[in-house]
């Protein structure tokens, strides 16, 4: 969508500054379509695939099949969105099984996650380069994420969160956000959070590409934040409980 950024307002080299609405598609740019796409995961996946494993993993087929017919459309518009929905597919997928199936298993969520990885890099150099992007800003953020966790020794309340009553989980998720509080968290996180955000900067003017991926970097951190909140104040919001 280079030729639709100035009529969304933006300038294709400084950050956006706009959101995703769904029915004025054509008239956004490409990297907030997949911001948009990298937020679904949290939010809408991971409690469906807690509740019904199979569809939210057969749904992957949908979203394959919606951006396969938007990529053979003649709208230019429509055949990056598509691209760009097949490789959200892919993240999806991983997040499907790994929430559906491997959820008590924290350090298994990368390893499946990370399952296309091979074939996206592979991938950039071609006609789906958009989708291997997001799909890789994606990974990355989600690898930070879970380095966090690590770090800061929250990794064995995932277990513990998930297989605790609603009320209990909820106390051990707030427990998980006080914790993420103490000094030694903070500098993780803050550094953590400045490396995504060093990498979003320096491949932002990378192409089309790379605006896709940085804009997915940019918005898994954004995403943690408000994870973090809802942790702190409403952990029934998280999606985990």
């Given amino acids: 969508m280079v030729n639709g950024a100035s009529s969304a307002g933006l300038t294709l080299r400084s950050w956006p500054t706009g959101g995703w609405i ?22 809408l996946e991971a409690p469906w695939a807690r ?11 949908v979203l394959v099949a919606a951006g396969i017919l938007l990529e053979r459309s003649g709208e230019r518009h429509l055949r990056v969105a598509g691209i760009v929905l097949v490789g959200f597919a ?19 969520h990368l390893p499946i996650e990370g399952f296309a990885l091979p074939l996206a890099l592979a991938g950039l150099g071609g006609r789906w380069r958009l989708g ?15 380095a966090v966790i690590a770090l800061t020794g929250l990794m064995p309340l995932w277990p513990r969160i998930l297989l605790a009553e609603p009320t209990a989980a909820g106390l051990l998720l707030q427990q998980a956000g006080l914790e993420l509080l103490q000094p030694f968290a903070l500098v993780v996180l803050a550094g953590a959070a400045g490396l995504l955000l060093r990498i979003s900067f320096w491949i932002w003017p990378l192409g089309q590409a790379g605006r ?10 954004a995403i943690d934040g408000l994870f973090l909140g809802a942790a702190l104040i409403a952990p029934r919001w998280s999606g985990l409980i």
């Fill in 22 to 43: 769904p029915t004025q598609l054509l008239r956004v740019s490409d990297h907030w379509i997949g911001a948009a796409l990298v937020s679904l995961p949290v939010f």
């Fill in 51 to 61: 509740l019904a494993p199979w569809g939210a993993t057969l749904f992957t087929a």
């Fill in 90 to 108: 892919g993240s999806w997928l991983g997040g499907s099984v790994f929430w559906g199936w491997c959820r008590l298993h924290p350090l298994w």
């Fill in 132 to 146: 291997c992007a997001l799909y890789l800003g994606s990974l990355l953020g989600t690898a930070a994420t879970d």
């Fill in 212 to 221: 896709i991926a940085a804009a997915a970097l940019a918005t898994t951190l």
